[in-house]
């Protein structure tokens, strides 16, 4: 289950975030190598519940609207037909000061930065 202090509801972008940074630390615990950061998802990671937060069929829109309004934060690649994206960890300080508050108070929350 998601840890959400204030008993916030999050909104899909939030959500994919969230796995995406809950995803990244479970896999790689807090002393991973920053040439390392190589984690791609694509929608279908988002199309069942993890750590208590659900998408669903929209997380393929959901994900290209992070996207298109995060440039500087994501890249994407096309790998078979999917088109896949990855958080740029190795930026997390510089990506923290330009997101929005509502995604970047996430990044300190899972402790990907302090």
């Given amino acids: 289950m998601y840890n959400n202090p204030n008993n916030e509801s999050l909104t899909q972008h939030e959500k994919i ?19 390392d950061h190589n ?9 069942h519940e993890r750590y ?5 069929y929209e997380a393929s829109a959901r994900m290209s609207e992070l996207v298109k ?4 934060a994501f890249e994407t690649r096309m790998k078979d037909r999917f088109r896949e994206i990855r958080f740029k960890f190795e930026n997390a300080r510089e990506i923290y ?9 996430h990044l300190v929350r899972e402790g ?3």
């Fill in 17 to 35: 975030f969230v796995v995406m940074l809950r995803d990244h630390m479970t896999k790689s615990g807090q002393y991973r190598l920053i040439k």
């Fill in 39 to 47: 984690d791609y998802w694509r929608a279908s990671h988002f199309q």
């Fill in 52 to 56: 208590g937060l659900f998408v669903g």
């Fill in 69 to 72: 309004k995060y440039p500087f």
């Fill in 97 to 105: 000061n330009d997101l929005p508050q509502e995604l970047g108070r």
């Fill in 112 to 114: 990907i930065i302090e």
